[in-house]
């Protein structure tokens, strides 16, 4: 009986310790569902797909596409250098060739698991050491507020950037990015940096460095792309790259920079559309599980509709986070009639920082 015992804690143990996980996103195949031989279906069509806990390392996968109808079944080996591997997280981008209509999947990168901190907030110190860090101005880049940053715009008025931040700045960004734990905040504070500064390559370069992962390092690149003074320069940038997949993609990027200029509506919005129809595009963003998914929606099939700032606002209160909030606000912002009842929209934002960016945006547009 103890025999038994212990192979059955032998195995959890190890099966625990075996696991890996796995990635997908659509690059330009649209929503998709996936499933994975041996377990459970992902029967919501999203942009991106993560399985955990997978405990085999070579098993079939399934992918249907959803406005196309397309489908694609092959054979995945989580491997490194021909060896089993454990506690990593692969990553795939789903890949639709646009002559032959036929998808593939492509290998992006691989890294290890990282748990989150437990617990998620450390203990206090004994002796608080975190004060300079409180209500703090740094340089012209950023303040604190209750240990949050809140970013300033530093961009010209005329909009064209001729020289890159101060060194200052970027040290005092570095320095704040170097101190934060979580990667999906390092991502956020590099973006807010990027897109509110003049940059020159060299500078992008240096906080590309201090970014954990590949597709993160690719989208800031797109983020940063308007504001680079030096854009002849980019292709310096390919040094920052280590996997060949994401150098293939950067290339592609070069090879297509329009691709890179944030996306304006350009509309002239005199008259506001029927409420019948706002209600039914609300009705139809609702169907979607993720902040992320309403947004590329509302992207993709509202930009020639116009709103008033009430219509507007009942769309913002689908979304979750002040992030797609306020993204989806600076995209819709030429949609809007009434603009002198705009701030009504500062109601939905759950953080005094997010008014002050839309505040800083609209002044500046």
Sequence with gaps: MILRCVFVLFFTVTAAFSQNNLIVF????????????????????????????????????????????????????????????????????????????????????????????????????????????????????????????????????????????????????????????????????????????????????????????????????????????????????EASFRFESSKKEFANMLANPNNMIPAKNKVNCTKAEKDSIVQELVSNTKLFPTDHERFQFMKEKAAGYCFTSIQFKSILTIFLHDREKLDLTKLFYNNITDKESISILYEVFSYQESIVNLETFIKTN
């Excluded at 409180?134 to 008025?157: S, W």
């Design 26 to 237: 659509s690059s330009n195949a649209g929503l998709f569902n996936a499933k994975i031989e041996g377990l459970s279906l992902h029967d919501e069509y999203k942009q991106e797909i993560k399985f955990t806990s997978i405990t085999k390392d070579t098993f079939d996968i399934t992918i249907a596409t959803k406005d196309r109808n397309l489908n694609l079944t092959r054979k995945l080996f989580l491997l490194a250098k021909a060896k089993p591997v454990k506690n990593k997280e692969f990553v795939y981008s789903l890949e639709l060739n646009e002559e032959t209509k036929k998808l593939k999947l492509v290998f992006v990168t691989v890294h290890d698991i990282k748990p989150l901190p437990d617990p998620l907030l450390p203990a206090k110190p004994a002796e608080d050491t975190t004060y300079k860090w409180r209500n703090n101005v740094f340089g012209t880049l950023f303040e604190l507020k209750e240990g949050k940053p809140i970013f300033y715009f530093n961009l010209p008025k005329n909009g064209t950037c001729t020289e890159g931040m101060t060194q200052a700045n970027l040290d005092h960004g570095l320095a704040f990015i170097k101190r934060t734990v979580m990667d999906i905040e390092k991502h956020q504070y590099t973006k807010e940096i990027v897109q509110n500064n003049c940059i020159t390559c060299k500078q992008l370069s240096v906080i590309l460095m201090s970014m954990n992962y590949e597709l993160d390092k690719l989208k800031l690149v797109k983020d940063a792309y308007v504001n680079l003074v030096d854009k002849k320069e980019l292709k310096t940038l």
